[in-house]
């Protein structure tokens, strides 16, 4: 087996085909695994490169389960509580995301009078999702094997809620009257960004209704102690001990079918082109990547077209810091959002003393930002590093104002474009969080993780149930279960 890409989605993938005691090869082309959910260190700090927090890792959750499956233990995280404080910058008080779902409950009531239906009804359409993922669904259908775990998965409160696919949360926010709170809309359009990459008006009822629910018990996000590598070096431990390989610094080029499955070229970074034999591939890869690694007539028409459709994803600007910590305000939280229009919606991670990011005194700050990938790549040196430049400042000054830090509390800055992304990850112009949860590409919708191709399969963040750490080891154990339901294997979880 071929799993192509070390981020969390194809280090799970390797892990659980491993674990079956299949051969597998993981080719990662960074010399460091992990991808969007890795870090680098710079002098004395860590910082986490793209993903900060971490879904999960509840009982039941998809890390926790997959961990369970691999005999290996939680990482050590703390569970953020308020999982977010978002500030809507209208001079009105900002939105903490309690832990404690009663709390949260009374905090919502209080902030937004009047949506209690609205919320009522997000809870309902959760719980029936929550219950229905749990079977492990095959929600995109493309084979018999494919729809009988999907209609298995079914369940009365699923068949209801899935009377809801095609709306969107603004349909929601009208169905309860609450459709003119223009608060409560830009609080959703702030959240469900960072989710679904889009806003209440473009981003799935069902998908949305489940992220708002994230941050309470039972569910929860957390913080995890060291790094977000830590992750990363769990899944490795799964791979090798189960004796899969990996092969970093190993570029995938090519995809060739041959009468065993798939030749891949490997380009590997300091020595000569090599193909590797292989009955599978997994593909954890962009799929906007597979028209460049597979020949025009390999790929069917109809699927090449639907691929160079495919809307391009955000970019993300990241800038990375280190502040002095008692610069920061009184009870700081870990997580917060800002929504102004300028420099626009901040995501910021701060890390929390003796987490194994700074040095004590010190902490971490990253704040990140969505752009289009267009405004980055195609730009010549000079006007790019520029536009950098003006972009840099721009966050800087606003984090500088919203958190009162004088230039002295500042003891790191740098800032990650699209350019960087693509550099770091691999991924085509930079592009980053998959492909959005618009109704129109939301779950049955959405692109499948069993190809047209035979022997090739998908998983990542452009694959159901879509970006964050959790949702991709989940498109990874769907690809796996299929990948090996396709050889007569049943794959269920442990535990
Ligand atoms: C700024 C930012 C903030 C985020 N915050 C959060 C968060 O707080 N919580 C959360 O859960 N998620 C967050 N996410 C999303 C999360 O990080 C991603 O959804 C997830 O990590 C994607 O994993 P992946 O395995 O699908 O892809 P990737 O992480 O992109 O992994 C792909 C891997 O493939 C490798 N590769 C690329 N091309 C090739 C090739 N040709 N051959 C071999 N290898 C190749 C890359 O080097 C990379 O390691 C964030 C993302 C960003 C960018």
Redesign the pocket.
């Known amino acids: 087996m071929i799993v192509?890409?070390?981020?969390?989605?194809?280090?799970?993938a390797a892990a659980l085909l491993s674990r079956e005691g299949l051969e597998v090869t993981l080719?990662?082309?960074?010399h460091?695994?992990?991808?969007?959910?890795?870090t680098f260190r710079r002098g004395p700090w860590t910082f986490?490169?793209?993903?900060?927090?971490?879904?999960?890792l509840e009982p039941g959750g998809s890390h926790e389960r997959l961990l369970r499956h691999f005999g290996l233990p939680l990482p050590e995280a703390e569970i953020l509580d308020p999982g977010c404080v978002v500030d809507l910058c209208d001079g009105t008080e900002p939105i903490p995301l309690w832990h404690d779902p009663e709390r949260w409950a009374a905090e919502r009531q209080r902030q937004f009078p009047g949506s209690d239906l609205f919320w009522r009804l997000c809870d309902a359409i959760h719980s029936s999702n929550w219950a229905f993922a749990g079977k492990d669904p095959i929600v995109t259908p493309r084979s018999l094997w494919d729809l009988r775990q999907l209609i298995g998965a079914l369940q009365l409160p699923t068949l209801a809620s899935g009377l809801l696919a095609g709306l969107s949360m603004l349909d929601l926010l009208r169905l309860c009257g609450c459709a003119d709170d223009s608060r409560l809309r830009r609080f959703l359009d702030l959240q469900l960004k960072?989710y679904s990459q889009e806003p209440a008006d473009r981003t799935a009822a069902l998908y949305g209704a489940t992220v708002l629910n994230m941050a309470q018990a039972p569910l929860g996000?957390w913080h995890l102690q060291g790094s977000?590598q830590v992750l990363s070096d769990q899944l490795v431990e799964a791979i090798e001990g189960a004796g899969g390989t990996i092969l970093r610094r190993?570029?995938?080029?090519g995809l060739r079918p041959s009468s065993q499955g798939w030749d891949v070229d490997?380009q590997p970074r300091n020595s000569r082109p090599k193909t590797l034999q292989t009955d599978d591939v997994v593909s954890?890869?962009?799929p906007q990547?597979l028209p460049d690694?597979i020949a025009d007539h390999v790929l069917p028409a109809h699927y090449r077209r639907r691929l160079n459709a495919l809307p391009e994803p955000s970019g993300?600007l990241?800038l990375y810091g280190a502040v002095r910590r008692e610069a920061l305000p009184d009870h700081c939280p870990g997580?917060l959002q800002r929504g102004a229009d300028h420099p626009g919606s901040l995501?910021v991670?701060i890390s929390r003393e003796g987490d194994g990011r700074a040095p004590a005194g010190q902490a971490t700050l990253?704040a990140?930002l969505f752009t289009p990938t267009a405004d980055w790549c195609s730009l010549e040196e000079q006007t790019y590093q520029r536009h950098k430049h003006e972009r840099f400042e721009a966050i800087h000054t606003a984090l500088s104002d919203w958190l009162k830090l004088q230039p002295q509390d500042w003891l790191h800055m740098e800032m990650a474009t699209p350019r960087g992304?693509a550099g770091?990850?691999?991924?085509p112009r930079g592009m980053?969080?998959?492909l959005g949860q618009h109704p129109s590409r939301f779950g049955p919708f959405g692109l499948a993780g069993r190809t047209p191709l035979p022997r090739l399969w998908l998983?990542?963040?452009?694959i159901h149930p879509?970006?964050?750490?959790?949702?991709?080891s989940l498109?990874?154990l769907n690809a796996c279960r299929q990948l090996l339901a396709n050889r007569g294997t049943d794959l269920q979880l442990s535990g």
């Open positions: 192509i890409g070390g981020g969390i989605a194809g280090l799970t080719l990662e082309a960074h460091q695994v992990g991808g969007c959910a890795g986490d490169v793209g993903a900060t927090q971490v879904a999960g960072l996000l977000m190993h570029r995938a080029t490997v954890s890869l962009p990547c690694l993300a990241v997580h995501f991670s990253i990140s992304f770091w990850t691999g991924r980053v969080g998959g998983c990542g963040d452009s879509g970006e964050g750490t959790a949702g991709v498109s990874a």
